[in-house]
């Protein structure tokens, strides 16, 4: 026996997800993220404080005279 035709519209919520999951396709080894370059000359605070933890911390030295 056949199965009755049911109108995407009327069906339950729970059968339409399961329709829209078989549709989906993956994306394989893509990223769907969208990629760009950072332009140099904007102001990057990480990288503007990994410059200044070693500036000078080093250059005292105890001397007995």
């Known amino acids: 026996m056949m199965k009755k035709f049911v109108e995407y519209e009327?069906?339950?919520?729970?059968?339409?997800?399961?329709?829209?999951?078989?549709?989906?396709?993956?994306?394989?080894?893509?990223?769907?993220?969208?990629?760009r370059i950072e332009s140099a000359k904007l102001y990057n605070r990480k990288k503007h404080q990994r410059g200044n933890r070693d500036s000078g911390a080093g250059v005292f030295v105890l001397m007995g005279i």
């Open 10 to 35: 009327k069906l339950s919520k729970k059968q339409k997800r399961e329709i829209d999951k078989a549709k989906r396709a993956t994306w394989g080894c893509v990223s769907p993220v969208t990629k």
